[in-house]
Each structure stands twice: as structure tokens, then as C-alpha cells.
């Protein structure tokens, strides 16, 4: 039952998200979503705030781009660095460093709530690399690289940070 419910608060939100016209009318209260699909046609997206590549990033401590926590929905379960990710909703925190970014997968998923590493689900590395150009926005994009298998990226500055997310 509480599968279901948690399906059916994805689905609903996923709805929203894709079809409200605020989100396309003003850009500067816009909230971008990136969305990556499953072979069998499920699907997981990430939920990120917006952070210019002026602003500084934390070195070595927790990020939350845009002052705000990403967060992740999926309605498949999921596999990153060898954790399992059930079904539902959690909220994703960065780690970056100068050669060495790590994501954060969190059960919290309260949006005005501190950051609480007790409620950390899995810690990822993440593979870094120098983009050619600049990024002036942070972005999260995803490639659907397998039938199982979808790589997410963080794009911010010159800086590109990947990780794979598999379908269990």
C-alpha cells in the first residue's frame, strides 16, 4: 500500500512539474527538472534549484545549488554505488571538491529542513572532468545510456561531475 501511495505522489508530482505554465512563463522562478526513462518506461528526474557559475562553490563541505536541496523522484527501483534506492522521493546534496565530487542521496525530503546527515542513504563518487566551455547555470542533465542504465551529470562552470543510476 505504502508503495502505491508513494507511486501515485510521483506520478501526481511528475504531472505537475511537466504541465504547469508558471514553470514556463517566468524563468527567474523556474525550477528545472531532468528527466531520464527507463527502457521498460518508468522513469526517475531530478529537481535542482537554479546557482549562477559566479557563486562560490563549498569546498569539500555539503552544496545545495540554488540554496535548496535537488531532489530525486523515481518510480523504479534504483541501484547507485551499490545501495539500493526503492521507490519514492528523496532529496540529493553535492559534496565538491577540487578533483573529487561525492552525491548525497537523503531520506529527508522536507524541503526547509537541515541538512541531517543521519538520514543519508548512500554517499557516490562522482567522476569529474573539465567541460570545454562554461556553463553559466548549474545543470543537471541525464543520458540514457542501456536499457537499465542512466548517467546523471551535474554541469557547473567548467566543471562536468557524472555518476550512473541503474534500474534494479
Known amino acids: 500500500?505504502?508503495?502505491?501511495?508513494?507511486?501515485?505522489?510521483?506520478?501526481?508530482y511528475l504531472f505537475v512539474a511537466i504541465s504547469s505554465p508558471a514553470q514556463q512563463a517566468d524563468p527567474a522562478a523556474d525550477t528545472p527538472t531532468a528527466?531520464?526513462?527507463?527502457?521498460?518506461?518508468k522513469q526517475m528526474s531530478v529537481q535542482y534549484g537554479l546557482a549562477k557559475s559566479s557563486d562560490k562553490l563549498p569546498?569539500?563541505?555539503v552544496w545545495t545549488p540554488g540554496g535548496k536541496?535537488?531532489?530525486?523522484?523515481?518510480?523504479a527501483d534504483l541501484v547507485l554505488a551499490n545501495t539500493a534506492i526503492p521507490v519514492g522521493a528523496y532529496s540529493m546534496f553535492v559534496i565538491p571538491g577540487?578533483?573529487?565530487?561525492?552525491?548525497?542521496?537523503?531520506?529527508?525530503?522536507?524541503?526547509?529542513?537541515k541538512y541531517d546527515e543521519k538520514q543519508d542513504l548512500v554517499r557516490a563518487p562522482m567522476d569529474v572532468g573539465q567541460l570545454g566551455q562554461e556553463e553559466?547555470?548549474?545543470?543537471?542533465?541525464?543520458?540514457h545510456l542501456g536499457p537499465?542504465?542512466?548517467?546523471?551529470?551535474l554541469y557547473f562552470g567548467k566543471t562536468g561531475a557524472f555518476t550512473e543510476f541503474n534500474e534494479k
Not at 553559466?136 to 543520458?143: E, I, L, M, P, S
Not at 537499465?148 to 551529470?153: E, L, S
Open 98 to 113: 577540487k578533483n573529487n565530487w561525492t552525491l548525497i542521496v537523503n531520506r529527508n525530503v522536507d524541503p526547509s529542513a
Open 59 to 61: 569546498n569539500g563541505k
Open 35 to 41: 528527466m531520464c526513462t527507463f527502457d521498460d518506461e
Open 1 to 12: 500500500m505504502r508503495n502505491r501511495l508513494t507511486c501515485l505522489i510521483v506520478v501526481i
Open 136 to 143: 553559466k547555470f548549474f545543470t543537471v542533465v541525464f543520458g
Open 69 to 75: 536541496p535537488m531532489f530525486l523522484f523515481t518510480q
Open 148 to 153: 537499465k542504465m542512466c548517467t546523471m551529470r
